[in-house]
Every structure is written in C-alpha cells, then in structure tokens.
C-alpha cells in the first residue's frame, strides 16, 4: 500500500466516511420525481408471508440475543419454515408504514436517512418448506415474496461468486441486498454513499437478532466477485450513471443450529 496510486485511491475512499458539505442542489430540491420505494414485482410466482410471529420466536430476551449474537458458519441440513423466513424478512426490511404527504416514504423495522431505503433483499433458497429452490425477491411494501427463477448448479455457483465460502452456498437461506443509489442520491447527493453504506449495516444487524431469536445463526458476507455475483441476479455490475443501476452491497448466510 506504499505506491502513490494506492495512497490516492485509499484517501479518497476514505473521504467516502466523512459527512462532507454537499453543495450539489439535489434531484428533490430541483422538483424531479421521486424513484420507486422497489422494485416492481416480476416474478412468475407470489407468496404470501405472514406477520404472526407469535410461534416463531423462540427467544425474545433481549441480553440473551446481544450476549449470543455471533458470526454462525456451521449450519445443519434443516430447513427453514416459512413463517420463519417471513419474520427474518419482515425483521430486516419490513414496512410498518407508508407516510409523506405524497405516501411515498417508508417507515421499516429498520433505520434510513431519510427513509430513502435504497436496498433490495435477494434470496437463494436451498432448504425452506414448501419452497423450491432458486432466485426470490423480497416485496417489502406487499411483505410478499416472488420466486424469480431456478439457478442451475446453484450451490457451487454461489460458491464461486462468493469466494469459495462453501458454508454460504450450503446454508438454508443466503440473503443478498443490492443497492440502487439513485433513491438515496435523490434526495442527499454526493453524500449519498456515505448513508447507504450505514444503512445496510443496520439490515444485517437485525437479521443477527432476528436469526438468534428463532434459534439459527447468522454470518454476514462481504468478500466476493462483485461481477459473479451481479451475474447470478442478472444484473450488470458495470459502472453506471443510470438512475436504475443497480449492485449486490452486502449477503450474509442463515441456518439452523445444531442444539
């Protein structure tokens, strides 16, 4: 890291994590419309989740999910049920309520600057009841999910996009959230990376909690081949100034635990 490109390139990612002085009129101030809050549904198949967690969580002693929150990468074959995957859905991106006077905000079951909520939530499903294995697509407004295709060889596909971490590719479930920066952009500009770059911390934070407290594990992912996996979710990880530009930012693996 001695060369002087490398030190350029690390300074200005660095002023990335600085709340800087935006003076950029942003798209909002100039009285464009806003983006989307998703993604429009265009799967070939919906399920509907439910909200009744009454029977899922096994543990909701707070201390308890704080004192056991670890990194899991040992998993059993079990399967996750349904209502189980819907409460680690609703736990991490949840819509609790559309507000604004336009209604197009959303207030979630986690924190967003601005509630701009730039995030999409992708599943790889190996082993959930009832549910064949393939590509989902997390319908926060609906707290629906829509099964968007079968991935061929999905197991060791996954594993090579994600840098051979083979416990993640055999896990019940693998989540991945991709970003779209123009929701945030929108609104904060060139600031805009610095928020989304928190704000998916705070997802996989309660998919932690939320996976403890109906006794699985959790292990966040953030090494892997940005075009490999863009590729996986058929998106083009190419740099793009296009408002739809759309990117995997964080994954993370979801199993149940040998007690």
């Not at 919906?46 to 002693?61: A, R």
């Not at 309520?97 to 599943?123: C, D, I, M, N």
């Not at 971490?165 to 920066?181: D, E, K, R, S, Y």
Request: proline share 4%; with cysteine.
């Amino acid at each position: 890291m001695n060369d002087d490109n490398t030190k350029v390139k690390i300074m200005e990612l660095r002023e990335i994590m600085k709340t800087i002085s935006d003076d950029m009129i942003s798209d909002e101030k100039e009285g464009l419309p806003q983006p989307p809050m998703e993604k429009p549904c265009g799967g070939s198949k919906l399920i509907s989740l439910t909200k009744d967690f009454d029977n899922v969580v096994k543990n909701n002693n707070y201390l308890d999910l704080l004192n056991s929150r670890t990194s899991k990468r040992i998993y059993t074959d079990e399967a996750l049920s349904q209502d189980e995957l819907a409460f680690l859905l609703w736990a991490t991106q949840g819509v609790k309520q559309v507000v604004g006077k336009q209604k197009k905000a959303t207030l979630r079951t986690v924190p967003s600057a601005g509630a701009r909520h730039p995030f999409e939530s992708y599943l790889f499903i190996n082993r959930v009841d009832g549910l064949e294995p393939g590509l989902y697509h997390y319908l926060a407004l609906e707290h629906k999910l829509e099964f968007i295709k079968s991935v061929e060889n999905q197991v060791d596909r996954l594993s090579e996009a994600f840098s051979g971490q083979t416990f993640f590719a055999n896990a019940a479930v693998c989540f991945v959230w991709t970003v779209i920066p123009y929701r945030s952009e929108w609104r904060y500009g060139k600031i805009a990376p610095k928020y989304a770059l928190v704000d998916v911390g705070h997802v996989c934070q309660n998919l932690y909690l939320a996976s403890e407290a109906i006794s699985c594990g959790a292990c966040a992912i953030g090494a892997y081949s940005q075009e490999l996996a863009d590729g996986l979710l058929g998106l083009d990880s190419t740099p793009s100034f296009e408002n739809d530009n759309e990117f995997i930012i964080y994954a993370a693996s979801v199993g149940k635990l040998k007690l």
